[in-house]
């Protein structure tokens, strides 16, 4: 979805009941249900299973809710209160995103009558199917993974990277935005995950494999490779140029440079593991922007 890609949306059939994962950012909500809904031969798009509240994967919530009045919309009870009120989020948000904020658009509040919290492990039954969640902290605190049992399928949100398919090349980076992105809780998420039994995993940032042993081999590298070039980054005062330069000798990451988007995401996601680095070594303005 969206120009350029931003988003792969994710359809769970259940026969007489419907889920979308995720509703999407606002400024693509309309065009991802009506795309949903013309997919469906009898059953109603009943649900919205988001993985956290991050605006690129629940932001067109409360606009999901305006389009289809009967919309439920599943959400880690943790980030629930952020969609009945998204002052805050919505701040946040601009200043991690700054530009790329526009390219979503706007989080307004989700009336809770639409919302559903869930705990850690609670499930829902989607028609004659069961998706669970889990809950998957690290990428911010009210990460959760979804998890369709029947067929084994993880819907990952954000707790296990990007997942860049390029034909030739495969390879993972962690996002891992300011200001609460907590590397050590990501990787204790992965570890928690690995124990699930998974036969695909759907990222929606961009794509999904059913090559599952290579997946976590991927997320285990680029997870390391973006911790260990940021403590160095922090220790030698890198400026961001060495410290893109340092991660593209690890990962194919060059060609995505030259995305203006990509390129955004990925300098966000080097300023939140920088944050987390600084706080974990107790280091204060100890690197060079
Ligand atoms: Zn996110």
Request: hydrophobic residues 40%; charged residues 25%.
């Amino acid at each position: 979805m969206g120009k350029p890609r931003v988003l792969v949306g994710y359809l769970v059939d259940g026969g007489s009941e419907a889920a979308i994962i995720e509703t999407g950012p606002s400024k693509l909500v309309e065009e991802y249900l009506s795309r949903a809904a013309s997919q469906l031969d009898t059953g109603r798009l009943g649900w919205s299973l988001v993985s956290h509240v991050h605006l690129d994967h629940a932001g067109g919530a409360w606009k999901a809710v305006e389009l289809y009045p009967d919309l439920r919309v599943g959400v880690y009870e943790r980030g629930y209160k952020h969609l009945v009120d998204p002052s805050r989020l919505a701040g946040s948000a601009r200043e991690a995103l700054g530009s790329v904020y526009d390219v979503w658009g706007d989080i307004r509040p989700t009336p809770p009558n639409n919302l559903v919290g869930f705990k850690d492990g609670e499930a829902v039954n989607i028609g004659s199917l069961t998706v669970r969640l889990i809950g998957a902290p690290g990428h911010a605190p009210h990460s959760a993974v979804w998890y369709l049992e029947d067929s084994r399928v993880l819907f990952s949100g954000d707790a296990l990277g990007i997942y860049i398919d390029s034909g030739a090349t495969r390879f993972v980076w962690p996002t891992t935005p300011p200001p609460t992105y907590d590397y050590d809780l990501a990787i204790a998420t992965i570890g928690k995950i690995k124990k699930l039994k998974i036969d695909a995993v759907c990222f929606p940032h961009y794509g999904y494999s059913a090559n599952v042993d290579e997946v976590f081999r991927l997320i285990d590298e680029g997870f390391d490779v973006w911790f260990e070039v940021t403590k160095q980054a922090v220790l030698d005062s890198w400026g961001t140029d060495v410290i893109l330069e340092q991660l593209s000798k690890r990962l194919p990451i060059t060609p995505l440079l030259k995305d203006e988007y990509l390129r955004s995401l990925i300098l966000m996601d080097i300023r939140g593991m920088l944050d987390f680095q600084q706080k974990k070594m107790g280091v204060k303005n100890g690197y060079k922007t």
